[in-house]
């Protein structure tokens, strides 16, 4: 499995409430077009177990590979999901990782 985690930042003009009806009602749905992706988890944060969480969400876009994950950010369907991310996000504070899955439960 090949694991790009994403820490988003919301539009700084939008509410939290606002922020996560976008993404997970018009945003995800661009998702299941990008080709290669076997799976894509959004958590919208709700709170922080002291003071203000520093993301207001993260995103978890699974490949079978390296090589998926490749031509995953070469298609146009991966485009127009980056495209829209202004329309939601914070995209100079947004970042990603590539991550190796331990799953220990």
């Known amino acids: 499995m090949y694991d790009v985690i994403f820490l988003v930042k919301s539009n700084p ?3 939290q409430a606002e922020f996560a009806d976008y993404w997970v009602n018009e945003h995800t749905p661009l998702t299941p077009k990008v080709p ?4 894509y988890i959004c958590f919208t944060t709700i709170g922080a177990p002291e003071g203000e969480p520093t993301y207001d969400g ?3 876009l699974s490949f079978a590979d390296e090589d998926a994950y ?5 298609s146009e369907e ?3 999901a980056i495209a829209d991310a202004p329309n939601f996000q914070n995209t ?3 970042t990603a990782i590539i991550a190796d899955r331990h799953v220990i439960i």
């Open 13 to 15: 003009s939008m509410t």
């Open 36 to 39: 290669g992706v076997t799976s």
């Open 58 to 60: 993260v995103a978890i």
């Open 70 to 74: 490749n031509r995953c950010m070469a």
């Open 78 to 80: 991966f485009a127009a």
């Open 92 to 94: 100079q504070l947004t």
